[in-house]
């Protein structure tokens, strides 16, 4: 697994960074505010966090990421967002929370552009399953999702490619 930061020049303000285990405290406590959003509803204990951790760390079928908008100290971290490779050669796009309700959307969504054309690199069907009664559907549908296919509990959401595909990121490995 490498670790990776992603920048945009269409969007200088934000990076993508893949997580770390000093992250760990921060993605337990925005999924656990954000529960009722996600297939998982149970409360994660560190104990699964860290388990979470050590499977993901291991395994090279996707990414997650720590948006982080750029400040003049130290970065602000806002959110998270991450990319899986599927059995059926697709891609999911799952754990994207907004870090506090006090952030922007659009901060979020101009991530999810940033991520998506770093993915499309790839080649292959992009999606996202979201709970119908997931507030942030809406959201996914405004930024440029169209619905895919209707289940009885969830949608899946795929990115619209004329909206998304712009090819305007940078990745830089990491030197912690």
Known sequence: M???IIKSEKYPGLILRTIDADDQEELRTWKNSNKLSFFFQSE???E?????YQKYSASDDGYMFIIEEI??????KIGCMGYRF???NSIDL???IRGQKSICGQKIAHAMEIMINFISVFNK???CKVLKNNPAKNWYLRIGFELSKNF???VLLKPKKKIFLQKNFTILERKD
Do not use: G, K, T
């Not at 699964?48 to 979470?52: R, S, Y």
């Open 94 to 96: 799952y754990n994207i």
């Open 2 to 4: 490498y670790n990776l």
């Open 152 to 154: 009885d509990d969830y």
């Open 44 to 46: 994660i204990s560190a």
């Open 86 to 88: 599927l059995d059926d």
């Open 48 to 52: 699964m966090q860290l388990n979470w």
């Open 71 to 76: 400040m003049p100290v130290n970065n602000h």
């Open 125 to 127: 069907n992009i999606s």
